[in-house]
């Protein structure tokens, strides 16, 4: 059940990194502000401001102070690996859908995982596929450490208690369930796979039950839902479930099926969702934490390619899970040589890189994803980003 965290723990949870002050003031200015927008929840001793980002006690939010705020590292900060591409599920919008090749096995995720960390990266969210078909999976989120946030997102298919809590013993800070639906047949038909909103019910209390972590609900907003104001219907329904936190994000247009003007997000609907944020976040209580919200230009905005990364299950750099191009495989060439060619190309900046610029790589879709290298390169050549979103505007200072 989300619990607010007291101001007593939240004061000792901060002057716990003294570092902070060694910031810009204006820096500590914007982390303030932006703070206030959410209560901060007591997650079984984890201070969460959201999923997002690590809990205020741990040293993995250490890390993002002394290397991000301070020092201002040059390598990612958050980082997906995708531990399978096996999935019971065949959701419509899935960003792994057309991916190939020879996937990952467990020493090479870790090897993988050491290297995103030594790069700067202190929060990692594991994905797939259904990261649950990984037997490896807690042996993986062992080796994340206490220094490096983790994260897991899950359709709940094949989950245990026993598995849960074997999960929370080897460290996993969050857990996000999918959950797109209040009604079951709707979610299920998404999901193309029957049984799928019972499944993500019966994680969420496996999970819940187990301890020890923060449970949300991953939520992808579809284009009929924000059209017909129905996304508060669907919060109130997750606020019954007594999860911790709503992380909701829109169907981006990585597929063929999503990238129509009907189906991409409008700008209008976008600014609504942040003000649905923080009006329900001021109530207390379940956290809501829209992507849109914190890709905004007021905040952090769009940082694919540059702090964030994403592995595919077979070894693939992207910029992020939702841009389906590559920019070499971490099987054929050290990862730290392919991100610094992808970085150069990415900027951080103020909207979302495929929300802006899907049809320029929907125009090289060869009826394969991700896009080859010499395809995205070419893409690449095209685009124009926009400016900096506030939080690098200060940080440049």
């Not at 958050?78 to 919008?93: F, L, R, W």
């Not at 019910?201 to 992808?220: T, Y």
């Not at 209580?285 to 964030?308: I, P, Q, W």
Request: charged share 25%.
């Amino acid at each position: 059940m989300a619990r607010k965290a007291s101001n007593l723990a939240v004061a000792k949870a901060i002057m716990s990194h003294p570092g902070i002050l060694l910031a810009k003031p204006s820096l500590n200015l914007f982390l303030i502000r932006y703070m206030r927008k959410f209560t901060v929840i007591d997650a079984e001793g984890r201070l969460v401001l959201h999923s997002h980002l690590p809990p205020l006690n741990s040293r993995a939010y250490a890390r993002f102070i002394s290397e991000h705020l301070i020092r201002k590292s040059n390598g990612p900060s958050h980082a997906q690996i995708g531990v399978t591409n096996a999935c019971p599920q065949n959701c419509e919008y899935c960003y792994n859908k057309g991916r190939s090749g020879k996937v990952m096995d467990t020493e090479t995720i870790r090897a993988v995982i050491r290297e995103l960390k030594s790069m700067g990266v202190f929060w990692i969210g594991l994905t797939g596929g259904e990261p649950l078909l990984n037997g490896d999976l807690e042996r993986i989120v062992e080796s994340i450490g206490e220094d490096c946030s983790a994260k897991l997102f899950t359709t709940g298919c094949t989950l245990t208690p026993l598995r849960a809590l074997d999960l929370m013993r080897a460290g996993l800070d969050f857990v996000s369930v999918s959950l797109d639906h209040w009604n079951e047949e709707i979610h299920d038909r998404v999901r193309g796979f029957r049984g799928a909103f019972r499944t993500a019910l019966r994680a969420i209390e496996m999970f819940m039950n187990a301890g020890g972590m923060h449970v949300s609900v991953s939520a992808v907003l579809s284009g009929d839902m924000l059209k017909t104001d129905n996304v508060e219907e669907f919060l109130a329904f997750l606020r019954r479930l007594d999860v911790h936190e709503a992380w909701l994000s829109e169907a981006k247009p990585g597929v063929n099926a999503h990238r129509t003007g009907e189906q991409v997000i409008s700008e209008r609907e976008r600014l609504d969702l942040i003000a649905l944020q923080d009006r329900y976040n001021k109530e207390g209580g379940m956290t809501v934490n829209y992507l849109g919200h914190f890709e905004d230009r007021e905040h952090f905005g769009c940082t694919a390619g540059h702090k964030m990364v994403y592995v595919d299950p077979f070894g693939e750099l992207s910029p992020c899970v939702f841009i389906p191009m590559t920019f070499g495989n971490v099987l054929e060439k050290p990862l730290r040589d392919i991100y610094a060619g992808m970085r150069s190309r990415f900027p951080v900046e103020d909207r979302c890189f495929m929300n802006t610029n899907h049809g320029t790589i929907g125009g090289r879709y060869r009826g394969k994803i991700p896009l080859s290298a010499e395809d995205s390169l070419s893409v690449m050549d095209e685009v124009r980003f926009g400016p900096p979103a506030r939080f690098f505007c200060l940080q440049d200072r």
